[in-house]
T-cell receptor, first 115, second 112 residues
Framework: DAGVTQSPTHLIKTRGQHVTLRCSPI?????VSWYQQVLGQGPQFIFQ???????GRGNFPDRFSARQFPNYSSELNVNALLLGDSALYLC??????????????FGPGTRLTVL | QKEVEQNSGPLSVPEGAIASLNCTYS??????FFWYRQYSGKSPELIMF????GDKEDGRFTAQLNKASQYVSLLIRDSQPSDSATYLC????????????FGQGTELSVKP
């Protein structure tokens, strides 16, 4: 079975631009979470979606938004890019929406560089 | 105080030794705890999860949880050079859906 897939793998943007990152969860999983990982740090939670509804939001500015589609895939959008948005963006897939046992499996990530 | 704390390392152990990785967390209501392994330039890979106090073993890996002390650890027996990676501790806080809070990770180096 295919794992979590993300696209694109790498992306280079300039300050002020907009970016859309995409994620497809493991087949049968209904929840997608997004994390940002900067070099040397652990991933930071951005959003969780379950059954197409937002279940949680991390401490990120409104420039960050996301949505989940009927097929459970998801998009993360970032507007007005800043240099500090350069990071590895990780998508995690889980079957449940966060009850005990909601094990999350990560995709390969999208490496975003903002110049 | 950080919500999830780990020693950043690097932790260096000889091949065949036991590597011990530690993690403390601040939310006493946390109920689910996870260990991920991350190789340089790659995404985190789930190693183990634990929910109940005590030990949980899976092959060479043992996770230990002590909720009273707000402490979770990972032991790696018979360490191999291929175990060299950053190990991330993640905690699911109480009543926050599927949100995971990660520590900064501990870099492990296993020397042949």
């Amino acid at each position: 079975d295919a794992g979590v897939t993300q696209s694109p793998t790498h992306l280079i943007k300039t300050r002020g631009q907009h970016v859309t990152l995409r994620c497809s969860p493991i087949s049968g999983h209904k929840s997608v979470s997004w994390y940002q990982q900067v070099l040397g740090q652990g991933p930071q939670f951005i959003f969780q979606y379950y059954e197409k509804e937002e279940r949680g939001r991390g401490n990120f500015p409104d420039r960050f938004s996301a949505r989940q589609f009927p097929n459970y895939s998801s998009e993360l959008n970032v507007n007005a890019l800043l240099l500090g948005d350069s990071a590895l963006y990780l998508c995690a897939s889980s079957f449940s929406g966060g009850e005990i046992g909601g094990t999350q499996y990560f995709g390969p990530g999208t490496r975003l560089t903002v110049l | 105080q950080k919500e999830v704390e780990q020693n950043s390392g690097p932790l260096s152990v000889p091949e065949g030794a036991i590597a011990s990785l530690n993690c403390t967390y601040s939310d006493r209501g946390s109920q689910s705890f996870f260990w991920y392994r991350q190789y340089s330039g790659k995404s985190p890979e789930l190693i183990m999860f634990i929910y109940s106090n005590g030990d949980k073993e899976d092959g060479r890996f043992t996770a230990q949880l002590n909720k009273a002390s707000q402490y979770v650890s990972l032991l790696i027996r018979d360490s191999q050079p291929s175990d060299s990676a950053t190990y991330l501790c993640a905690v699911n806080p109480y009543n926050q859906g599927g949100k995971l809070i990660f520590g900064q990770g501990t870099e492990l180096s296993v020397k042949p």
